[in-house]
């Protein structure tokens, strides 16, 4: 199932300007003006000028929070959002009860508000760093849900879901597990024309209490699709009669 453009000329739009390009000018932006996010609860509050409002917006980072403050726009960044701009790409500044949060703090204060941090952002940066736009999959019973570009261009392609091979209690590894739950997930995707795209994410027995862990991760990618029979049979129907003879219709 290849990418559905919501109108014409918009595939021509994103193409002249890519989402790798558009990340970029909002790494340089943020890092110029040493931005601060402030942690808070499982999500980043960040405040901004209009252009990097601007900036967040076209590259899908974050959701714009609506505030009386007229010279400022506040956002509301993921942690998996907010992690990735500080540890990826360097541009944020994270910040809990005035104190700046080193990469190791952060890592710890995020996993202690999801156990599951750890897997999720490996497979939110590992779309993200392909120039996917990554957001949340909630509505179509997913984890997230990837996009060629930004959404006013085109819809989401896939809706991803992440498992790990770490038997872990309460673990990312219990989705998908029965028949069942495969063919529902199918069917859904189906029926919103994405493709199932499953991220099976490995720590290949590396501890996951160090940042420093994302680098021993492995991800398999696999897409999984309903095998639809109405789309596959034959053009001509052979018939046998009772007396052996072929006919066809």
């Given amino acids: 199932m290849g990418p559905r453009w919501k109108g014409k000329g918009f595939e021509a739009k994103a193409l002249a300007d890519p989402m790798s390009k558009i990340v970029l000018k909002l790494q ?3 890092t110029q003006s040493n931005c601060e996010g402030l942690l808070c609860g499982r999500s980043v509050l ?3 000028e209009a252009e990097q409002a601007d900036l967040l917006n076209r590259s899908c980072f974050g959701q714009a929070m609506v505030t009386a403050e007229k010279d400022k726009q506040w956002f509301e960044l993921s942690l998996e959002e907010a992690f990735y701009l500080s540890y990826a790409l360097k541009c944020l500044r994270i910040v809990e009860d005035k104190c700046l949060k080193s990469d190791e703090q952060l890592w710890q204060c995020m996993k202690s508000r999801s156990a599951l941090f750890p897997y999720f952002y490996k497979a939110y940066s590992h779309l993200r760093m392909k120039n996917w736009v990554v957001m949340s999959g909630i509505t179509y019973g997913a984890d997230f849900v990837a996009y060629r570009h930004h959404p006013e261009l085109v819809h989401s392609e896939y809706a991803v879901i992440v498992c ?3 038997e872990e209690e309460g673990g990312a590894n219990d989705r998908l597990r029965v028949w069942s739950d495969v063919h529902c997930a199918t069917r859904l995707c ?4 994405k493709t199932l795209l499953v991220l099976e994410i490995s720590r290949n027995g590396h501890s996951a209490d160090s940042p420093s862990c994302l680098a021993s991760c492995t991800v398999k990618e696999r897409t999984i699709t309903r095998w ?3 789309q596959c049979r034959e053009d001509q129907t052979v ?4 007396n052996g003879a072929k006919e066809e219709n």
Wanted: proline residues 5%; aromatic residues 0%; glycine residues 10%.
């Fill in 164 to 166: 790990s091979e770490e």
């Fill in 28 to 30: 340089l932006s943020l």
């Fill in 46 to 48: 960040l405040s901004v």
């Fill in 228 to 230: 639809n029979p109405e």
């Fill in 239 to 242: 018939v046998v009669s009772e």
């Fill in 190 to 193: 189906g029926g919103v024309a």
